[in-house]
């Protein structure tokens, strides 16, 4: 239902940019939010931000300067952007669909993503 | 910004009850929402509005939140329980994350 893609390696400084496609229902729903979370090495999850179809988000206070997400409604996609990249932002990205409870429903399986040079 | 707090392991008897806790400060007065974690799997949400489990999710699997402590309950503890489980809550417009607890099934 959710699936991640882009570069799963950045170097540091640069940016890094993650798509997440929708498939079986529309990101166009007024149901849901449409959510990425990380999650380092061998460490817990963190949130990033999301955003609604609308183009309405909320971001992560300690990324917000660095984060950007954006919707592609017409590719029934979503994406994320963070700048500057260092390695402490190694991880798992996953995306994953906010329902009306503020859970977290369904994820994508996760794009590793290194940042090295 | 809100805090959330998980023991850091579990561990539970095969076919016995585990109990893992989430504490917060009046975490009652918020929706508390749990997930699994396999070794090298995406989180699956195990739980949700505190006691509310999602379509295939079994039935061991409760909830319950009150005061400054939620807790997932896994009655008959299985061997495929064995996993990381992450509380979530929303803090005005942030979602929070526990720090995550190691069930083991011993």
């Known amino acids: 239902r959710l699936q991640e893609s882009g570069p799963g390696h950045v170097k540091p400084s640069e940016t890094l940019s993650l798509t997440c496609t929708v498939s079986g229902g529309s990101i166009s729903s007024t149901n849901y939010y449409w959510g990425w979370i990380r999650q380092p090495p061998g460490k817990g999850l963190q949130w990033i931000g999301i955003?609604?179809?609308?183009?309405?988000?909320s971001y992560n206070p300690s990324l917000k300067s660095r984060v950007t997400m954006s919707v592609d409604q017409s590719n029934n996609q979503y994406s994320l952007r963070l700048t500057s990249v260092t390695a402490a932002d190694t991880a798992v990205y996953y995306c994953a669909s906010r329902g009306s409870e503020g859970h977290f429903d369904y994820w994508g399986q996760g794009a590793l993503v290194t940042v090295s040079s | 910004s809100y805090e959330i707090t998980q023991p850091l392991s579990v561990s539970v008897a095969l076919g016995q009850t585990a109990r893992i806790t989430c504490g917060g400060t009046?975490?009652?007065?918020?929706?508390v929402h749990w997930y699994q974690q396999r070794p090298g799997q995406a989180p699956l949400l195990v739980m949700y509005?505190?006691?509310k489990g999602p379509s295939g999710i079994p039935e061991r699997f409760s909830g319950s939140n009150s005061g400054n402590t939620a807790t997932l309950t896994i009655s008959g503890a299985q061997a495929g329980d064995e996993a990381d489980y992450y509380c979530q809550v929303w803090d005005s417009s942030t979602a929070v994350f526990g720090r995550g607890t190691k069930l083991t099934v011993l």
């Open positions: 009046n975490i009652g007065n918020r929706y």
């Open positions: 509005r505190d006691s």
């Open positions: 955003i609604y179809y609308g183009g309405s988000t």
